[in-house]
T-cell receptor, first 116, second 115 residues
């Protein structure tokens, strides 16, 4: 089946630094990937939609200059948290749509970001 | 815009008992509905989905759900739960162009199976 990976699975960084999270579709091409954020004991909230070869579409309230998304190929999207602050600590999950099979999103295992 | 309400934040149940996790949605157009399970510190795994056709949908791990358009509900059921079913369960909805839209999630229900 379709597999989505994320790297790293966990990351701890200091306040003010930047962190890059990768989302890869391992055995399929994904024209569209989504980035979600999940705070402890809460649901997933969509941050942005990432389309290969074009600019990401951000949800209202999500700072595009802080959360940089690059979807440079059909198998890779990256989320960079710039100038991270403790309030950015969260679980970040990506999902990808299988090209040609538009009825299911496949989710990555998530990345736990802790900003100290 | 669509929305999803999961009425129960936590559902404790004894092993081998039946369980129902409730989900109601709101949308002005036709919807596609999903149930996902999330184990601690992991991503989401699809349990089942309703796209069209039969309103009773069977999924993995013995779960099933029934789409009820008149009541705008998509409750998840399992006749006999196991300890291993302890996890967070999310109901989700999307509308319109199925292959291009993100999911809107409910707030989640924590299923706690006790021995």
């Amino acid at each position: 089946g379709a597999v989505v990976s994320q790297h790293p699975s966990r990351v701890i960084c200091k306040s003010g630094t930047s962190v890059k999270i990768e989302c890869r579709s391992l055995d399929f091409q994904a024209t569209t990937m989504f980035w979600y954020r999940q705070f402890p004991k809460q649901s997933l909230m969509l941050m942005a939609t990432s389309n290969e070869g074009s600019k990401a579409t951000y949800e209202q309230g999500v700072e595009k200059d802080k959360f940089l998304i690059n979807h440079a190929s059909l198998t890779l999207s990256t989320l960079t948290v710039t100038s991270a602050h403790p309030e950015d600590s969260s679980f970040y999950i990506c999902s990808a749509i299988v090209m040609g099979y538009g009825d299911e999103q496949y989710f990555g295992p998530g990345t736990r970001l802790t900003v100290t | 815009a669509q929305s999803v309400t999961q009425l129960d934040s936590q559902v404790p149940v004894f092993e081998e008992a039946p369980v129902e996790l409730r989900c109601n949605y709101s949308s002005s157009v036709s919807v596609y509905l999903f149930w996902y399970v999330q184990y601690p510190n992991q991503g989401l795994q699809l349990l089942l989905k309703y796209l069209s056709g039969s309103t009773l949908v069977k999924g993995i791990n013995g779960f099933e759900a029934e789409f009820n358009k008149s009541q705008t509900s998509f409750h998840l059921r399992k006749p006999s739960v196991h300890i291993s079913d302890t996890a967070e369960y999310f109901c989700a909805v999307t509308v319109g162009d199925m292959g291009r839209r993100a999911l809107t999630f409910g707030s989640g229900t924590r299923l706690q199976v006790q021995p």
